[in-house]
């Protein structure tokens, strides 16, 4: 598992039709706090905690504007969790221990 990059609103959708549960990270290259949390969120997708059981991706919302704004996305990075294709959590800001916990809840 890797941290997956969707380059297209169809791409979106077919990850979160694809997968029970997908946690996408909305980024921006320019953003520092975004640049800061990336290494630990591709730790994460490949530890035995969250490999195999949660599916990271991740967006660039200078290249999806429409997928930011149907997103709701206001600041970066933001995380959404989605389970069944329904958004379910979100979470904004670069705090790894409160983004853990968060993440953890949908461990199955």
Known sequence: MTVHI????????E????NSIVVID?????????????????????SDEFK?????????VDHLPDLSQ?????????????KDGEK?????GANPPALQKLITKYVQ
């Open 70 to 82: 149907e997103l709701g996305i206001r600041a970066m990075p933001t995380f959404i969790v989605f």
């Open 26 to 46: 909305a980024f921006a290259t320019w953003c520092g706090p975004c640049k800061a949390i990336a290494p630990t969120i591709a730790k994460w997708s490949e």
């Open 6 to 13: 969707i380059e297209t609103v169809d791409g979106f959708k």
């Open 52 to 60: 195999d059981k949660i599916y990271f991706a991740k967006f660039d």
């Open 15 to 18: 990850t979160i039709a694809k």
């Open 88 to 92: 379910v959590d979100e979470f904004v």
